[in-house]
């Protein structure tokens, strides 16, 4: 055997070890699309399959749709959330969701600060930090999204730019509660662009955010911090990414729009 198989050798029992025992995250924001008949199907696909014991199956649909996946999701195993809440109970805040609707209907996540909302509807880290605040409060997990646009990631002024984003939208969030809050890396560029982020610049992300985590909220909270990486992944990529140290799952958006692809996900995640 030469150097070139043993060293082949090696990378599959580590890939392996990988799927085998890690538990990832697998989230999928489906953003402004699908029709009420497209989500009756793909929630028949899901409903009762088996996904295992190992990973976590998260899906944001437009909220209309809330009510079909508390309905059709009762006794799966596939969890739901949504995609953007208001910080408020109820009141005089037209076209927008609060959490105890979003609660009412059974979502137990929430994104929150996607790129998308940041850039095209204005929200600030303030916003931003409010609702992670009234997530935590009532017992919605808030995915946190942070992530730099192209000039940031080539000036090199991106980590600043990301320890900003995470130190304001958790500034509200204070010592055991950051338990309850998940993060998605999610560089611009790489979102619906096809572009990913390689496996060697996931990993530097992510090593870089896990330490300021750990540097600004103390070693037993930062280190365990879920944290996820989005922007494009899809079948193809996700074993690659899945390796990247630091990666506890994935914020999908385009590919977690068809069952199929989320259950080939979940069994390249699974090892199957
Ligand atoms: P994408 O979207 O997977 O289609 O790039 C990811 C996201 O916006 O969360």
């Not at 014991?53 to 944001?60: F, L, S």
């Not at 879920?226 to 390796?243: C, D, I, T, W």
Request: proline share 3%.
């Amino acid at each position: 055997m030469d150097k070139r198989d043993i060293e082949e050798i090696v990378r599959n029992e580590i890939v392996k070890s990988v799927l085998d025992s890690q538990e990832f995250i697998i989230a999928g924001n489906w953003k402004m699309n699908k029709s009420k008949q497209e989500v009756i199907s793909f929630l028949d696909d899901v409903a009762n399959h088996d996904f295992g014991d190992k990973n976590k199956i998260i899906i944001a649909p437009p909220n209309p749709y809330l009510y079909l996946f508390e309905e059709k999701l009762r006794y799966s195993k596939v969890l739901y959330g949504v995609q953007n809440l208001f910080p408020k109970e109820s009141g005089a805040f037209t076209g927008e969701l609060s959490y105890a609707v979003a609660k009412e209907f059974g979502a137990k996540y929430a994104i929150i600060g996607h790129s998308e909302r940041r850039t095209l509807f204005d929200e600030c880290d303030i916003l931003v930090s409010k609702k992670v605040r009234i997530c935590v409060q009532n017992q919605i997990i808030p995915i946190l999204c942070i992530g730099e646009n192209l000039d940031q990631r080539r000036s090199g002024d991106y980590r600043q730019h990301l320890s900003n984003q995470i130190r304001e939208g958790l500034i509200r969030i204070s010592g055991n509660e950051l338990q309850d809050v998940i993060i998605a890396y999610e560089p611009i560029w790489a979102i619906g662009t096809g572009e990913t982020a390689s496996p060697a610049q996931v990993e530097e992300t992510h090593m870089f955010i896990r330490e300021f985590l750990v540097n600004e909220y103390g070693n037993d909270l930062g280190k365990d911090i879920p944290l996820l990486y989005g922007g494009s992944v899809k079948p193809s990529n996700v074993k690659e990414l899945a390796l990247a140290q630091s990666v506890s799952g994935f914020l999908i958006g385009g590919a977690s729009l068809e069952a199929s692809t989320i259950i080939e996900i979940n069994d390249i995640l699974s090892n199957k």
